[in-house]
């Protein structure tokens, strides 16, 4: 049984360049979700899936962030136009699909924007 | 408004000692879960229990164990003789059904450092 995997694991970025991080939940989980983790600080809430409705988004999800889970399955965030205050660890997490369900967390992506 | 309180930012403990790491919740809500991660050096979450708010029993798995009090809102997470490995940071989270709709509120966290 896999866990949650996330692709790139590292994204080195100039400011500007859009960028975009692939997340792929366990098979048989429906709600995927989105967290951004800065040094030092827990993870913040950005966005979630129930299967490929995103159902809730942060108010820290500007427009210039866009998130996408197609089919139901994989789930993409894309940030445009990066800024340096975007840098931080990209965490995904995914969990069976009723509000209480453990949530398991994928290794991340960590972005660093130059 | 939900959140979570983790007064302790940093703890040093030397091997086989007891450490206790606290978390305090604030939520209006009747219906909530919390949980403990434990974030070690390489960086990834690791779920390491769920309470529902209807079950105050106090839980224990192996060297750990956690003690729900509703009446402080506190989800305090204890460490019995404590090892090297247990070393890493430490989260408490929230969730519930009207305020965050499932997704998860964190602490601050708490970095647990045990020495040899």
């Known amino acids: 049984d896999t866990g949650v995997s996330q692709d790139p694991r590292h994204k080195i970025t100039k400011r500007g360049q859009n960028v975009t991080f692939r997340c792929d939940p366990i098979?048989?989980?429906?709600?995927l979700y989105w967290y951004r983790q800065t040094l030092g600080q827990g993870p913040e809430f950005l966005t979630y899936?129930?299967?490929?409705?995103?159902?809730?988004k942060s108010r820290l999800l500007s427009d210039r962030f866009s998130a996408e889970r197609p089919k139901g399955s994989f789930s993409t965030l894309e940030i445009q136009r990066t800024e340096q205050g975007d840098s931080a660890m990209y965490l995904c997490?995914?969990?069976?699909?009723?509000?209480?369900?453990?949530?398991?967390f994928g290794p991340g992506t960590r972005l660093t924007v130059t | 408004a939900q959140k979570v309180t983790q007064a302790q930012t940093e703890i040093s403990v030397v091997e086989k000692e007891d450490v206790t790491l606290d978390c305090v919740y604030e939520?209006?809500?009747?219906?909530?879960?919390l949980f403990w991660y434990k974030q070690p050096p390489s960086g990834e979450l690791v779920f390491l229990i769920r309470r529902n708010s209807f079950d105050e029993q106090n839980e224990i798995s192996g060297r750990y164990s956690w003690n729900f009090q509703k009446s402080t809102s506190s989800f305090n997470f204890t460490i019995t003789a404590s090892q090297v490995v247990d070393s890493a940071v430490y989260f408490c989270a929230l969730s519930t059904y009207g305020g965050s709709q499932g997704n998860l509120i964190f602490g601050k966290g708490t970095k647990l450092s045990v020495k040899p």
């Open positions: 939520t209006r809500d009747t219906t909530y879960y």
């Open positions: 098979s048989e989980h429906n709600r």
């Open positions: 899936f129930q299967n490929e409705a995103q159902l809730e």
């Open positions: 997490a995914s969990s069976l699909g009723r509000t209480g369900d453990e949530q398991y």
